[in-house]
């Protein structure tokens, strides 16, 4: 299980996840629910609108492109950003062109910005100790046009649905503290949550976290992989935690030799994710999207073989939450669309080209 903590963005994964008040769909055909026990996320918010999918947002389908990073041959070189077809997998337009390994972070929810960070760029500030940086975050526009510095410094950013609320994970003393900033982006109000204290001379160090804000505007997904087989994934109030420390991991990501990666919440406030399990006697090892909503767990589909990828897959949900992108493959990585039951593949690497970290484009509103 070693790839897991080597996936495309060297993010190490914790989640803070809550539950909104919504209806929740009918699973789809052939999903598999699972009434987890002993957990129930309360439904009340804190007091936010919340964004809810309107039935002809609902009926328009899924998102019409991503994007994804690309490289010209297996050995990385050189790297770029670029937007596909959803359809067919046809390459639509590049972003970036020729920069050293950029790692797509997150789409702004209007659809006008994609945000990234260089992960071969040298960093400045180093820490003279460990050499560990804050990466500096980039956001270019996804019909194209020049990139530019956002004046952040981090490796992971999130939006609300409604474009409100803001969070990104910051290190502090030579990586020894990790915190998520929270801020709301009308106001200027602006917290700080305890996310990880780190023994730089020990294992299983947490150096920044994957998020994902509910609609409710107060209720956040955060996922960290201290470790390969270390994962967690719980609930918090970004709007009242001080520490995600002693959060306690929902039932579907509490088991032993499992975890939760890439969770995102969809407007109507289910969270879904990509859950792995390995059996410890067997050597065996399982991965499937999952989907959690009001305490129960809904098996959207299991993943091939080829498409766990020796576990090194990833997911990306719309906010619908009706279409997934999935990112897989043992020698060469493959995209695949879930559309509300069916999988399609519709991006499949090459020697000459190389797509990973899908991301979805929201429809312009």
């Given at each position: 299980m070693a790839s897991k903590d080597l996936r495309a963005s060297g993010t190490i994964l914790l989640v803070l996840a809550a539950t909104v008040v919504a209806s929740c769909a009918s699973p789809a055909s052939g999903a598999r629910a699972v009434r987890s026990a002993g957990y129930r996320a309360s439904t009340r918010t804190a007091g936010f609108p919340r964004a809810r999918t309107s039935r002809a947002e609902a009926l328009r389908g899924y998102p019409a492109a991503f994007v994804a990073a690309v490289s010209r041959g297996i050995r990385f070189d050189p790297h770029g950003l670029a937007v596909f077809s959803s359809s067919h997998g046809r390459l639509l337009r590049w972003l970036v062109r020729r920069a050293p390994d950029p790692v797509p972070v997150s789409v702004s929810p209007d659809g006008r910005w994609l945000y990234y960070y260089?992960?071969?760029?040298?960093?400045?500030?180093?820490?003279?100790?460990?050499?560990?940086?804050?990466?500096?975050?980039?956001?270019?526009?996804?019909?194209?046009?020049?990139?530019?510095?956002?004046?952040?410094?981090?490796?992971?950013i999130a939006f609300s649905p409604d474009g409100r609320m803001m969070a990104y994970t910051v290190s502090s003393d030579c990586g020894r503290v990790i915190r998520i900033v929270v801020r709301n982006r009308r106001t200027g109000a602006t917290r700080r949550i305890i996310l990880a204290r780190n023994n730089l001379r020990g294992n299983n160090q947490v150096g920044s976290a994957q998020?994902?804000?509910?609609?409710?505007?107060?209720?956040?997904?955060?996922?960290?992989?201290?470790?390969?087989?270390?994962?967690?994934?719980?609930?918090?109030?970004?709007?009242?935690?001080?520490?995600?420390?002693?959060?306690?991991?929902?039932?579907?990501?509490?088991?032993?030799?499992?975890?939760?990666?890439?969770?995102?919440?969809?407007?109507?406030?289910?969270?879904?994710?990509?859950?792995?399990?390995?059996?410890?006697?067997?050597?065996?090892?399982?991965?499937?999207?999952?989907?959690?909503?009001?305490?129960?767990?809904?098996?959207?589909?299991?993943?091939?073989?080829?498409?766990?990828?020796?576990?090194?897959?990833?997911?990306?949900?719309?906010?619908?939450g009706n279409a997934v992108l999935l990112k897989g493959g043992i020698h060469l990585p493959a995209i695949w669309r879930w559309y509300r039951g069916h999988l399609r593949l519709i991006l499949r690497s090459t020697a000459s080209r190389v797509a990973w970290r899908p991301l979805w484009i929201p429809r312009r509103r």
């Open positions: 260089d992960q071969d760029t040298p960093a400045s500030g180093r820490c003279p100790a460990t050499g560990f940086a804050d990466p500096a975050l980039w956001r270019v526009p996804t019909g194209g046009g020049r990139p530019r510095r956002t004046g952040i410094r981090t490796p992971s998020l994902s804000w509910a609609p409710d505007d107060a209720h956040l997904a955060v996922a960290v992989t201290p470790a390969a087989a270390i994962n967690a994934l719980s609930v918090i109030n970004a709007l009242r935690a001080r520490t995600a420390i002693t959060a306690r991991s929902i039932p579907p990501c509490a088991g032993d030799n499992s975890g939760c990666l890439d969770p995102a919440f969809d407007l109507r406030g289910r969270l879904t994710f990509l859950k792995w399990r390995e059996e410890a006697v067997t050597s065996s090892f399982a991965e499937w999207v999952t989907r959690w909503h009001r305490g129960h767990a809904v098996q959207l589909f299991r993943l091939s073989g080829e498409q766990a990828g020796g576990g090194s897959a990833s997911i990306a949900v719309d906010r619908t």
